[in-house]
């Protein structure tokens, strides 16, 4: 077994990690910018609700397009794979040779 295939459960614990914290943190982190805004300018916390909401979608979106974009290379690697290896022998060429259905 390679390194690289040792390793994957670990790089995607890692990838849901920092996932979860752009998700809460960054949100987090552009609200309190928001609400300082607020403090400076003596405004309602309009600017604490905009601005957290324009991060939260903001993240939201980005998230769902990298999931989007990982889903399609699996998808296209899967693919290839099955070129490769050709055609599945029909049912009936399994049952002569004895091979797993």
């Known amino acids: 077994m390679e390194l690289s295939q040792r390793s994957e459960p670990t790089n995607n ?40 909401l324009v991060a939260l979608a903001t993240v939201a979106g980005l998230t769902i397009w990298r999931y989007n974009a990982e889903i399609r290379r699996a998808d296209a690697a899967r693919r290839a794979a099955r070129a490769e290896r050709g055609p599945a022998p029909a049912r009936w060429e399994r049952r002569a040779t004895g091979a797993a259905s």
Request: aromatic share 12%; hydrophobic share 50%; net charge negative.
């Open 13 to 52: 614990y890692g990838d849901g990690l920092s996932i979860a914290f752009e998700l809460v943190g960054t949100p987090a982190i552009v609200g309190l910018l928001g609400f300082g805004l607020d403090r400076w300018l003596g405004t309602t916390p309009i600017f604490t609700i905009v601005l957290t």
